[in-house]
């Protein structure tokens, strides 16, 4: 019974604290193992917010998203690509792969129940665009964001959790008033920026409100490194329409 018991407290540990490892677990009981995994965990947050902090956003290039959308024809060279639409500039988001996973999940999902949320987090009020992040496949920058479904459980179709799943979705249900939450965390999207769509005032979705973007650079240490300048902003000189998806994004309102 012992035996047993040691098991299920190890298993409990590498459930909640991936980070720990099997030795570690072994050697720690639950209470512990608990403790030192949250100390991990609380590290790591506040070294991810202190490297956080290093990113400087160039203020001369903020917009504001309006919608989003996809291109009502094939843009050459910028494959299955979804539109933020700004007021300034159109924002054109590729997939880590630049291959159609963005464009193939909104085909499928229910876009009623589906958001886009800023990630690095930190309750963020905004989306964020770094420029020069290591492991960014575009020049201009990337972009990061949790693709966010939210459902009532009693309302989902068939096998609707278990596709998103096939997408790398986590999926749980049990949530306040019956719901169920799948999520999806993408990091480094790349990022070509354009002018402002062709037919923006004429678009039939929209945000509620505009969502702040921002465009930020790696300054490690501010005080004697050179500022970065955001060169050819613009590359994309061909004007086009875009195709507006009803959804909106989750932004966390009052926050810097």
Excluded at 31 to 53: F, H, N, P, V, W
Excluded at 194 to 218: C, E, G, M, W
Aim: charged share 20%; with cysteine.
């Amino acid at each position: 019974m012992t035996i047993k018991r040691d098991k299920a407290e190890n298993n409990i540990v590498l459930k909640f604290c991936p980070k720990i490892g099997l030795a570690a677990a072994l050697g720690l009981g639950l209470a512990s193992g608990l403790s030192s995994c949250i100390a991990t965990e609380k590290l790591d947050y506040q070294l991810m917010k202190q490297e956080d902090e290093k990113w400087v956003a160039d203020e001369r290039f903020t917009d504001s998203l309006i919608a989003i959308g996809k291109p009502s024809s094939p843009i050459e060279g910028i494959d299955h690509a979804l539109v933020f639409a700004g007021e300034k500039r159109s924002y054109l988001v590729q997939s880590n792969n630049k291959d159609s996973e963005l464009t193939d999940i909104l085909d499928q999902v229910d876009l009623a129940y589906f958001s886009f949320k800023p990630m690095p987090a930190f309750n963020a009020s905004y989306f964020r665009i770094r420029i020069g992040e290591q492991g960014c496949l575009s020049a201009q920058g990337c972009i990061a964001t949790i693709l966010w479904f939210e459902k009532p459980t009693h309302l989902l179709a068939t096998d609707e959790t278990t596709n998103l799943e096939a997408f790398d979705f986590t999926c749980h249900d049990g949530f306040a008033k019956g719901m169920t939450r799948c999520t999806k965390h993408l990091w480094r999207l790349p990022v070509t920026v354009a002018p402002a769509v062709q037919n923006i005032d004429a678009l039939p979705y929209r945000f509620s409100q505009p969502i702040t973007v921002k465009f930020y650079n790696y300054q490690p240490n501010k005080a004697n490194i050179e500022e970065k300048k955001l060169t050819a902003l613009m590359p994309l000189a061909k004007a086009f329409d875009i195709i507006t998806f009803p959804l909106q994004f989750i932004i966390i309102e009052g926050l810097n």
